[in-house]
């Protein structure tokens, strides 16, 4: 008897990094990919795009803004799918990078970042958590960054230590704190739950930073924690070249 079709739902996916993964686990391991995007004709379009290569592909509208937009997408993939395997955190914001924020206040930036980078992922995890249990293997990757990492945060020698990057880096650390409590919820039934940092990518996100790698290189170890086994690592924090310290 062949094994089921792995299904992986991505948040923010029809840009980016998130794109990156979701084209990733199409292409290169034939997983049937749930494009989560707030822009639905954006995502549809990513859709189209693997769909027209033979690909397995789904669009989905996804606000990590919108309580019921979640919900809504958390009721359709029950009735289309029933369960599903993977769920990849990607959508994030980091308004620091983008000089068209340069007006908020401090309070403001806070709370316009903590909405999609930790309040939604929260709602969408949770969300799903009943699917994600009839998965032989579940599997959660949450897209967080070394700016999370209190140990980072203590090193003076750290790349950006001199910035201030306050609402991200604190949504990033939350991030990492939901994520081992998820691994915890998940330990029953022999979930893997890890945290992957891309590094610097030259995507909307970073605001095309011209050090940045390309967003095929930073979804590099997204897609390996999405694909273990069930022998895998869970409540990892790592990135390309290893472990990360939290």
């Not at 954006?42 to 189209?48: F, I, K, P, Q, R």
Request: glycine share 8%.
């Amino acid at each position: 008897m062949s094994s089921p079709i792995q299904i992986a739902l991505i948040t923010g996916a029809n840009t980016g990094v998130g794109e990156a993964v979701a084209r990733s686990l199409a292409l290169k391991h034939e997983y049937h990919v749930i494009i989560g995007s707030r822009n639905l004709a954006a995502g549809t379009a990513v859709t189209s795009s693997l769909q027209e290569r033979g690909l397995r592909a789904s669009a989905i509208h996804l606000d990590l803004a919108d309580e019921a937009s979640i919900q809504a997408a958390a009721r359709t993939i029950e009735t289309d799918f029933g369960r599903f395997d993977v769920l990849v955190n990607s959508a994030a914001v980091f308004l620091e990078l983008d000089p068209r924020n340069a007006g908020l206040t401090l309070r403001q930036r806070f709370e316009q970042t903590f909405v999609p980078n930790l309040f939604g992922q929260a709602d969408i995890t949770e969300a799903v958590l009943p699917l994600l249990r009839k998965a032989s293997v579940p599997r959660i990757v949450f897209v967080s960054s070394r700016l999370g990492s209190l140990a980072n945060a203590l090193d003076p020698k750290a790349a950006f230590y001199e910035n201030d990057f306050r609402p991200y880096n604190c949504s990033k650390a939350s991030l990492n704190v939901l994520a081992i409590n998820y691994a915890r919820m998940l330990d029953n039934v022999g979930g893997l739950v890890n945290v992957v940092c891309p590094g610097l990518v030259k995507t909307r996100l970073s605001n095309y930073a011209e050090a940045g790698h390309s967003p095929e290189v930073g979804a590099e170890r997204i897609v390996q924690m999405a694909t273990l086994g069930k022998e895998g690592p869970t409540r990892t924090f790592s990135d390309r070249s290893g472990l990360i310290l939290w």
